[in-house]
Every structure is written in structure tokens, then in C-alpha cells.
């Protein structure tokens, strides 16, 4: 009876952790607004205030107005991963009322224009995914390792095919 009874409370623990494992982030998604509400910074551009490696936490408060200074991640089309700028520049144009982002890393030299799709020198609104809401130093490194030795794993097989 005690290897049943094990085995039971096994299974359970298991069912239990696999639940919670796929609820929390979607309750997490319904708190933020926002599909990813925790996503890691993988490059230097935004030092000192981020770290590569750190996890931020994203929320989006769509009912607030988008403030210069303020850390935002955006997506733009065809673009890999989002990216977390902060933003140099608001304007509101007068005869259309129409709301333009400028962003940059706080590490970059110039503004993200490079970034944007092409012939896109500024962002609307609905580019933008979320604001940060604060961040976890160092605890998005597993990632950053993957993607980084994802990265030089598809080099290395190019190179080994030429």
C-alpha cells in the first residue's frame, strides 16, 4: 500500500506542477495586459539601467500616455526579438492628433531609427508591447546562453558547410 499510495501523491504533485506550470503565466497575462509579462534583455543597449541578463517585468498600461524617459519594449515587423529602449521623444502631431515614439538604447550612440522598419523614422502607439515595470538582475542568463549558443551553433554549421 505504500508504493500505491506514492505513487498516488507522485502523480498528484506532478498534475499539480504541470497546472501551475500553465496557469500562472496566463494569469500573469490577464494581471499585465501583456502575452509575455517577463522577458530577458539580451544585449548591452540598455546599461547602466539594464543589465544583459536581466529579466524584466512588462506591463501594459495602454490607458496611460507613453512619457519621455520611461523604458518600453517594442516589435517591428519582421523584426527577431522585441527590444527594450527607452523613450527620448514624444510628440503629438497637430493636425492629425497622431501620438510618434522615438526610442534609444542607453548604451547607443544614435536613436533606434535604424531599428524600425524601413521608411519608419518613428513609432505609433501600437508598436509598443509594454512599459517596463522592474527587473531581476542576472536571472535571465540561462536564456541569454541558450540563444547565444543557438546563435553560434547555426555559424559554426554554415561555416562547416562552405
Request: glycine share 8%.
Amino acid at each position: 500500500m505504500k508504493i500505491r499510495s506514492f505513487l498516488t501523491e507522485g502523480i498528484t504533485f506532478l498534475l499539480v506542477a504541470l497546472v501551475s506550470l500553465m496557469l500562472i503565466p496566463k494569469g500573469a497575462m490577464l494581471v499585465t495586459g501583456v502575452e509575455s509579462p517577463a522577458m530577458v534583455v539580451i544585449s548591452g543597449s540598455m546599461e547602466p539601467a539594464l543589465k544583459k541578463g536581466d529579466m524584466v517585468f512588462v506591463h501594459n498600461m495602454s490607458n496611460e500616455p507613453i512619457r519621455e524617459g520611461e523604458i518600453v519594449i517594442f516589435r517591428v515587423p519582421g523584426g527577431e526579438h522585441p527590444i527594450v529602449h527607452r523613450v527620448i521623444k514624444v510628440r503629438e502631431l497637430r493636425d492629425t492628433g497622431e501620438i510618434q515614439i522615438l526610442t534609444k538604447g542607453d548604451n547607443n550612440s544614435v536613436d533606434d531609427r535604424f531599428l524600425y522598419a524601413d521608411g519608419q523614422l518613428w513609432l505609433q502607439p501600437q508598436d509598443i508591447i509594454g512599459r517596463v515595470a522592474g527587473h531581476l538582475p542576472y536571472v535571465g542568463w540561462p536564456n541569454v546562453f541558450i540563444i547565444e549558443t543557438f546563435k553560434l551553433s547555426c555559424k559554426l554549421s554554415v561555416f562547416l558547410l562552405i
